[in-house]
């Protein structure tokens, strides 16, 4: 079947795992007004394949935790990650004695956890898993955070939130590198208005998953957290240890993004302003990031917009739609037109 997407609203109805629902301009409205409740503390972990579980449970289960976190808990982890990422299979064993080493059960399954926690931490390095592992998280009606990837191709993160949408569950996403610890010298008296940036991080290629998806959108995510949305063309310089994308904002902005595969493991930026440059200082750790994400367990308000995440992923569909057809410019609209759901 065919998605119709465009940046003013999803019109065409979706069929995914036997799930019907349109993917409508009302999909924010709806995943933002927390109408399923929360009536416990107790966090659950799908994925045990990427250090971030490690980090997250150590941040939750500390006893010196701070008031922010709400006496949320890591209370039981499922640790199957991917099948065949040889990267994410083989760090399951050590992953899961850490995590168990911090009091936390491990699970046979997905349903035996669901029926032990109140919200979900899907974690799954491997983003092929995250449309199945999602829809049973959103049938139970349990709020779910999605790290990244997201998913492992753009037909499949409209399909999340197509399922999301059906089930009245809010879904949330984010990398952590969204924020900016130096933010406070990014606002309009600092600055100005925001003229363009340029932002930089790793960008790793999972043969998987659409390239930059699988790191690169860490890079990106910075990108879109200086920018807004509203990109409409997109262009991508690629060699096999550096990508360039170049993306023109409809205000007729510039924001680049360079992913590395060599040299140093940075990441970082500098945002052009009316009164000055400034270059950002990515924040350190998981910190920031939690702090959102308990915010949005308590409210069910996801603190980034489904449709600003879509067009993340749209940004890195059109840069490697760039790179196939060797650097061309590429519309945004023609990247969220036509979009074909495969099961």
């Not at 349903?111 to 109140?118: A, F, M, R, Y």
């Not at 950002?280 to 949005?296: S, Y």
């Not at 739609?321 to 037109?337: T, V, Y």
Request: with cysteine; aromatic share 8%.
């Amino acid at each position: 079947m065919t998605t119709l997407l465009n940046r003013r609203h999803f019109v065409k109805i979706a069929a995914v795992a036997g799930i019907t629902a349109g993917f409508s301009e009302h999909i924010n409205a709806t995943l933002l007004s927390g109408k399923n409740n929360v009536t416990g503390l107790r966090v659950g972990i799908i994925g045990l394949d990427v250090s971030h579980s490690v980090a997250f449970t150590k941040l939750l289960n500390d006893p010196a935790a701070p008031a922010e976190y709400g006496g949320y808990k890591v209370v039981a982890a499922y640790p199957k990650g991917s099948n065949d990422i040889a990267f994410s299979v083989n760090r399951i064993p050590e992953f899961t004695k850490a995590v168990e080493s911090m009091g936390v059960e491990i699970v046979s399954s997905i349903n035996e956890l669901l029926n032990k926690v109140d919200v979900i931490l899907l974690n799954t390095n491997d983003g092929r898993l995250h449309l199945e592992q999602a829809l049973a998280v959103f049938r139970a009606g349990k709020r779910v955070f999605i790290d990244k990837p997201f998913a492992a191709s753009l037909p499949q993160v409209a399909a999340i939130f197509n399922a999301a949408q059906n089930y009245k569950v809010p879904v949330f996403s984010s990398s952590s590198l969204r924020y900016i610890e130096n933010r406070l010298q990014l606002t309009p008296d600092k600055i100005g208005k925001i003229l363009g940036a340029d932002t930089y991080s790793p960008a790793t290629i999972e043969k998987t998953h659409t390239d930059l998806f699988w790191y690169g959108v860490h890079g990106v995510e910075m990108l879109y957290t200086l920018l807004g949305t509203g990109c409409k063309k997109v262009r991508r310089i690629y060699t096999e240890d550096t990508d360039v994308v170049i993306g023109t904002w409809t205000d007729n902005r510039l924001g680049t993004f360079r992913g590395t595969r060599t040299g140093p493991h940075e990441y970082g930026g500098i945002v052009f302003g009316e009164k000055g440059t400034v270059a950002i200082q990515p924040a350190i750790g998981f910190g920031a990031l939690m702090k959102e994400i308990i915010r949005f367990f308590q409210t069910g308000i996801t603190p980034v917009t489904p449709a600003e995440t879509l067009e993340i992923y749209a940004f890195m569909e059109a840069a490697d739609e760039s790179k196939r057809r060797g650097g061309a410019e590429i519309n945004m609209d023609d990247i969220m037109a036509n979009i074909s759901i495969t099961r």
